[in-house]
Each structure stands twice: as C-alpha cells, then as structure tokens.
C-alpha cells in the first residue's frame, strides 16, 4: 500500500511541476515580490496538502503564535525534502539559504530564483560563509526572513550533525530574533528513500530567541538544546547523544 501511495503521490509531484510552473513563472516576474511569494507559494499548499493525502500524513503543527511579525531568522533541523516546502508557507516572505545546484533545475529552479534565495557554492566553503552573511543580513534589512538549515546538509532520523553558526551570526549582526522549529519530516518522507510513511509529521515551531547584546555561540547553543529536546519528544526514533562535525555553511 505504501509503494502504491508513494507511487500516486509523485505522479501529482511531477504533473504539479509541470502545470505550476507553465501557469505561474510567466505571471511571478511582473509582481512585487510579496506578491510573488504568495503566487509561488500555491505550488508549496498543494504540495503539502498532496502529501497528506495521498501518502496518510497527518500534520499536527505546534507554536505558529510563536512567529513574530517582522523579519526573523529561522532555523530547522534538516531530514528530507518536506520541510523545504513547508517552511516557505509557514512565514512568507522567507529568503531560503539552498545549494545553487538546485537554481539550475528547470522549472522548479527557475521558481526559486524569483524568490531571492541564497545559493551556495559548496565546494568553496569560505566563500559560502562571507557569502551567508552578507546576503543573509542584507535580505533580513529588506524586510525578508532567512531560513537556514544549521546541520549543513541532510541529516537522518536518528543521527546527529554540528550546528553551523552562520545563522546565528547573521541574527546577530541584524539584531533580530531567531525562531527555532524542530520536526520529525524524515520519518514519513525518508530522505534516501522514494517510499513515504503514513503517520504523524510533527512540527513545534519554539518561541522566538533575542539575539540583541548576545554572541553567536550563546545563541546557537540555545537554539540546538532546544531543538534536540523537541526532537527527543516528537521522534519514534532515538536521538543520539553526539553530534558529527558540521559541513560548511551550506544546505541542500
């Protein structure tokens, strides 16, 4: 049953892609950009709203009262692909920190690149850092969110990656808070495998964490204490007690 939902479930995928993105990418480029996040965005419903139903997702998603109204800084754990899609209707206009790899992808690619991201160049990490926090801060001035995933890359259920602190540092620098959001996404959508899993997909969005008159490593230890300890609630699987070193500053 599950291969046949998984099945079913990226046949819309890839028809969505397809349909949005003839539709909807010769409109987004004379909007404004709020605008053109909430155009955009109507691929990220249905997609979420697709997932639900044809894979037996159910979402139960705690803490939106926590987002506040101006621009912020989130930062999530990373585990599939899911989260990258939520995450961009969940406080919109999000200027989201990806590997330039994925600007490249017909269609979908195109789609993000109308919505201002950060593109990474991993294989030149230094570069990726000075390039995270002047764009990072700039886009945060501009009124836009930054999303990134601290861990680097993908990280399994059930293991553990050091955080980078690229995020905390641009929080810092613009004197915004930070929002901390933990989920178990990587249960019901494995990351490394195309079968998804009925069952509850949590997500505990935390209450913002200042950043004003605080160093980056205060606050990146407070952002990960707090998400390993949602992690250890929400997850069926066992968190491990150490964490792996963290790769570069950049995200897929």
């Given at each position: 049953m599950n291969v046949l939902r998984s099945l079913l479930f990226y046949v819309g995928y890839f028809l969505a892609i397809l349909v949005f993105g003839a539709l909807l990418l010769p409109v987004a480029p004379l909007l404004a950009l709020p605008a053109r996040y909430r155009l955009l965005n109507l691929y990220n419903h249905f997609l979420t709203a697709w997932f639900r139903w044809t894979c037996g997702v159910t979402y139960r998603v705690r803490g939106r009262e926590h987002l506040p109204d101006g621009p912020c800084v989130i930062l999530a754990n990373h585990q599939c692909e899911w989260e990258t899609i939520f995450l961009q209707i969940l406080k919109p206009p999000v200027c989201t920190v990806l590997k330039q790899e994925l600007l490249r992808i017909p269609l979908f690619g195109w789609g993000l690149r109308l919505l201002h991201p950060?593109?990474?160049?991993?294989?030149?990490?230094?570069?990726?850092?000075?390039?995270?926090?002047?764009?990072?801060?700039?886009?945060?001035?501009?009124?836009?969110?930054?999303?990134?995933?601290?861990?680097?890359?993908?990280?399994?259920?059930?293991?553990?990656?050091?955080?980078?602190?690229?995020?905390?540092?641009?929080?810092?620098?613009?004197?915004?808070?930070?929002?901390?959001?933990?989920?178990?996404?990587?249960?019901?959508?494995?990351?490394?495998?195309?079968?998804?899993?009925?069952?509850?997909?949590?997500?505990?969005?935390?209450?913002?964490?200042?950043?004003?008159?605080?160093?980056?490593?205060?606050?990146?230890?407070?952002?990960?204490?707090?998400?390993?300890?949602?992690?250890?609630?929400?997850?069926?699987?066992?968190?491990?007690?150490?964490?792996?070193?963290?790769?570069?500053?950049?995200?897929?």
């Open positions: 950060i593109g990474l160049d991993r294989s030149k990490p230094a570069r990726a850092m000075r390039q995270v926090l002047s764009q990072g801060v700039a886009r945060l001035q501009e009124g836009l969110s930054v999303l990134i995933f601290p861990e680097g890359t993908r990280v399994d259920p059930g293991q553990r990656r050091r955080y980078n602190k690229s995020g905390a540092v641009i929080a810092c620098r613009a004197g915004v808070p930070v929002v901390p959001v933990a989920h178990n996404a990587g249960e019901r959508w494995p990351g490394r495998q195309w079968v998804k899993n009925p069952g509850v997909l949590n997500v505990v969005v935390g209450e913002p964490i200042v950043t004003e008159g605080r160093t980056p490593e205060e606050v990146l230890k407070e952002v990960e204490a707090w998400i390993e300890a949602r992690l250890a609630e929400i997850s069926e699987v066992p968190r491990p007690a150490d964490a792996k070193p963290a790769v570069g500053a950049s995200v897929d």
